[in-house]
């Protein structure tokens, strides 16, 4: 089976800090996805991956940056976390349907 | 732009009792649908998806799943629940074409009273 590793589990950040969370696959997946979940509003789409050093923002991009240096690692970078980005995020990888999620980033920025 | 709604936000059943979760979606052409669950504090896991073909799908945990075109919707069904199905269930589209991404609906919260 796949797995999808997120780092932390739980993050607490002060406001302004630069946060790093990180996300491994093991099966060399080209595409690679980081969400956020809120309650109420099911996943939204942050940023995705096809392949390394390629990305395209999703449909909340704003305040968010990512990376793609190796196939097995994609990081979602807040480059100076606010309040309103604390949530829970999820990292996905996909070679072939379906999606395989990593157990979640609950990030609490204080 | 493809969406998906799932009208519930909460739904409670006793145990034992049948389940339907409902699920439309909009989107312009032949969708990859999915059901996840998500129990607190991890990750989601897949129940079950449908690209083509039989439009009744079975998936794990005793899950099966309608697909109904003409209504555009994708309901998850169970006969008999049990109190270990208490979580969170996510309805999802995406397109045909590989590595796309997935459009989730808001999530519906099953609680199961004994």
């Known amino acids: 089976d796949v797995k999808v590793t997120q780092s932390s589990r739980y993050l607490v950040k002060r406001t302004g800090e630069k946060v790093f969370l990180e996300c491994v696959q093991d099966?060399?997946?080209?595409?690679m996805f980081w969400y956020r979940q809120d309650p109420g509003l099911g996943l939204r789409l942050i940023y995705f991956?096809?392949?390394?050093?390629?990305?395209e923002k999703g449909d909340i991009p704003e305040g968010y940056s990512v990376s793609r240096e190796k196939k097995e690692r994609f990081s979602l970078i807040l480059e100076s976390a606010s309040t309103n980005q604390t949530s829970m995020y999820l990292c996905?990888?996909?070679?072939?349907?379906?999606?395989?999620f990593g157990s979640g980033t609950r990030l609490t920025v204080v | 732009a493809q969406s998906v709604t799932q009208p519930d936000i909460h739904i409670t059943v006793s145990e034992g009792a049948s389940l339907e979760l409902r699920c439309n979606y909009s989107y312009g052409a032949t969708p990859y649908l999915f059901w996840y669950v998500q129990s607190p504090g991890q990750g989601l896991q897949l129940l079950l998806k449908?690209?083509?073909?039989?439009?009744l799908v079975q998936g794990i945990k005793g899950f099966e799943a309608e697909f109904k075109r003409s209504q555009s919707s994708f309901n998850l069904r169970k006969p008999s629940v049990h109190w270990s199905d208490a979580a969170e269930y996510f309805c999802a589209v995406g397109p045909m074409e590989y590595g796309n991404k997935l459009v989730f609906g808001a999530g519906t919260i099953l609680r199961v009273k004994s």
């Open positions: 991956s096809y392949d390394v050093k390629m990305k």
């Open positions: 099966m060399d997946h080209e595409n």
């Open positions: 996905a990888s996909r070679g072939a349907p379906p999606y395989t």
């Open positions: 449908y690209f083509s073909g039989d439009t």
